[in-house]
């Protein structure tokens, strides 16, 4: 048993940051990755292939070779249409993937459109 305030609160700490490792509690789902060489407005819309629900619809802006990660809201298990497009760069692309809250998908965006990889 801890016999001080500061190492009651170590041990604490530690404990929550097990339990968070073990809840992936803040992981990305889906990564982008610009493999442009400039700076664009990415379009995501993601969208439930069951009741075409749109369940996400957000831009980023990402300079050359940079990298933006976030989460989607995957409310339940199933198939979602994610389209991604870059209009100053005339580029874009969409994939259907199944999916549950562990799926990270990756997308780089490239002068010839968007390839996708679900890991």
Known sequence: ?????????????????????CLELGGPNLVIDNELNQRVTVNIDIT???DMRVVMRTDRSLGAEETTALSYPVDESGEYRI???AQEANTGGETTVSVDESVVIHAAL?????SFETR
Request: no cysteine; aromatic share 0%; glycine share 16%.
């Open 110 to 114: 490239g002068p010839d459109g968007v």
């Open 48 to 50: 439930r292939a069951s």
């Open 1 to 21: 048993m801890p016999s001080t305030r500061r190492q009651m609160l170590a041990s604490v700490g530690a404990s929550l940051v097990g339990v968070a490792g």
């Open 83 to 85: 389209q991604i497009t």
